[in-house]
């Protein structure tokens, strides 16, 4: 039993777990609590949608529908391994369950059949939505997958609880079957594993033992941003790391934009033909006055590639041709030489 993280803890532990988030919207302040309190929180519970497309997905749990305000969670974990929050307190995802079973929750036992539906799961349940049809055909990506692995664990990490903390809808409210495509059985598993390792783990990084390095790099000099032009920021030079090496980085690039521009940024590894791998694109929302947007990514660079950041800007108003500067910029992280 535990008070609920803060917004910005819960963003924090699903980026320290090596995660893609997405902010919707003000997400932070969109909840019920009107309708009673969100807390004290017990576990994770996991959702499927029974609906197609990320887009229609994610809109759908953040608004709800007819006879089911939004937010439908907290986060939903779409086809891409994204996590998109879309509301934080409480959010009508779990509804009425069965006491014994939140009581199994609690002291981390085997689950018993859930047979009631006599209490409110909305106030003591964290809600993931996952994007997937639910009729036991629609594929389950592995990147999907994974990604519902890590936010179960990134809330468990946090609070102290073990994988007997995390629960599917079915195992909740009798008659419900979600999620229907893998087994809860086989998600503990996983999330059981994970918690083994540090925050971020990969399946084949160095044993934990290997001391990492601090990656450490800064640039209080003005760069120019071209609008709708990606740009490789120089941070003390452009490569951030060479060598095989694995690493979780975040880059912090200082900017003062109008509100509801649009800032992305994403890390590359650039390889001796010119060719590259882009990491996945983290996009943030520019606010007013002068805003330090941050960007993560865990991965990994073999002996012949070059580790590096890149940012585009897109204008609130899309006629405004004006570049812009980019004034410090911050990449932080840890890095393990990779024998």
């Not at 809808?169 to 598993?189: C, I, N, Y």
């Not at 060598?243 to 980085?249: M, P």
Request: a negative charge; charged letters at 25%.
């Amino acid at each position: 039993m535990a008070n609920p993280m803060t917004a910005g803890s819960f963003l924090q532990a699903l980026r320290d777990e090596g995660l893609v988030v997405v902010e919707v919207d003000d997400w932070r302040n969109h909840n019920r609590n009107h309708k009673g309190p969100f807390g004290p929180v017990n576990g994770v519970m996991i959702h499927h949608t029974v609906t197609k497309g990320s887009a229609r997905t994610v809109e759908i749990c953040r608004k709800g529908y007819e006879g089911l305000p939004g937010p439908l969670c907290h986060g939903v974990i779409t086809k891409d391994g994204r996590v998109h929050l879309v509301g934080y307190g409480r959010a009508n995802h779990a509804g009425l369950g069965d006491d014994d079973v939140l009581r199994a929750v609690i002291n981390e036992t085997p689950l018993p059949a859930d047979n009631e539906s006599n209490t409110d799961g909305n106030r003591h349940f964290y809600g993931f939505e996952c994007e997937n049809l639910g009729d036991g055909d629609d594929p389950w990506p592995a990147a999907q997958l994974d990604a519902i692995e890590r936010a179960a664990a990134a809330v468990c990490r946090h609070h102290g609880w073990n994988e007997r903390s995390v629960i599917g809808h079915l195992e909740w409210q009798p008659g419900k079957v979600d999620p229907r495509g893998f087994t809860m059985t086989s998600m503990r598993a996983r999330v059981e594993e994970r918690l083994t390792h540090p925050a971020g783990w990969n399946p084949g990084d160095p044993e934990e033992d290997d001391m990492p390095r601090a990656l450490s790099r800064h640039n209080a000099d003005a760069q120019q941003i071209t609008p709708r032009k990606w740009k490789t920021l120089s941070v003390e030079g452009a490569d951030l790391l060479t060598g095989a090496s694995h690493y979780q980085a975040t880059a912090f690039v200082q900017v003062a934009v109008l509100p509801g521009s649009t800032l992305q940024g994403r890390f590359y590894h650039l390889r001796p033909d010119g060719s590259r791998w882009n990491a996945p694109t983290v996009e943030r929302v520019g606010t007013d006055g002068s805003s330090f947007p941050d960007f993560s990514n865990s991965g990994s660079i073999v002996a012949n590639e070059r580790l590096r950041f890149e940012f585009i800007y897109y204008p609130a108003d899309s006629s405004d041709q004006a570049p812009i500067e980019v004034g410090d910029v911050k990449v932080r992280g840890l890095y393990w030489e990779a024998s």
